[in-house]
């Protein structure tokens, strides 16, 4: 099991687009935020597409996000969410 931490402004990021949706997209938005943190906890090193280094991208509809996988630490930081 990986530990998942979402930076700071990730946190804003993804704050900030659930204040801006309405509530079919909060919806939406909290369970794809639950479905991240699961599949991120179990499995970050085959979500998603890779990128430089061990940053990864994925897209759990609304969101997308931008995350970098620790192995030898068994961490996950997400870096970059938004709303599509």
């Not at 700071?8 to 997209?25: C, F, M």
């Not at 430089?52 to 996988?69: D, E, H, M, Y």
Request: net charge neutral; charged share 25%; proline share 4%.
């Amino acid at each position: 099991m990986y530990h998942v931490e979402w930076t700071k402004s990730a946190r804003g990021e993804l704050a900030a687009a659930w204040v801006e949706a309405d509530s079919t997209q909060r919806e939406a938005i909290t369970a794809a935020t639950a479905k991240i943190d699961e599949v991120l906890k179990t499995s970050p090193g085959e979500f998603g597409e890779s990128r430089s280094g061990n940053r990864r991208i994925a897209f759990v509809p609304p969101l997308g996000l931008a995350f970098a996988v620790n192995e030898a630490k068994q961490s996950v930081k997400v870096l970059h969410v938004w709303h599509f």
